[in-house]
């Protein structure tokens, strides 16, 4: 079965994807939160220097699919390191 990713608002994050995003800005000269947010901001994608520290320390069990794939762009990750799809469930609400 095939999921088009437009229909996709929000992923998984989890510790692994953390340390993927956190090894990446660590090699875009050790990149902060706030510089993340302010090339975000750059190519259209809004999210505050402040959820992304919450992105990164875990706080949150989600992310936007529009985010991940700015981080991505970003920081050069490949977006299949931040949006795995080996399962999903519907919301019926």
Request: aromatic letters at 6%; hydrophobic letters at 45%.
């Amino acid at each position: 079965m095939a999921v088009d990713v437009n229909d996709v608002a929000y992923v998984r994050w989890n510790s692994e994807k953390i340390a993927t995003v956190k090894n990446a800005m660590k090699q875009k000269n050790n990149m902060s939160a706030r510089e993340l947010a302010q090339a975000l901001q750059t190519i259209g994608v809004s999210c505050s220097h402040q959820n992304l520290s919450k992105l990164l320390s875990g706080k949150y069990s989600i992310i936007s699919l529009e985010i991940a794939r700015g981080i991505s762009e970003i920081l050069s990750i490949p977006v299949k390191d931040l949006v795995k799809i080996y399962a999903f469930s519907v919301y019926n609400g």
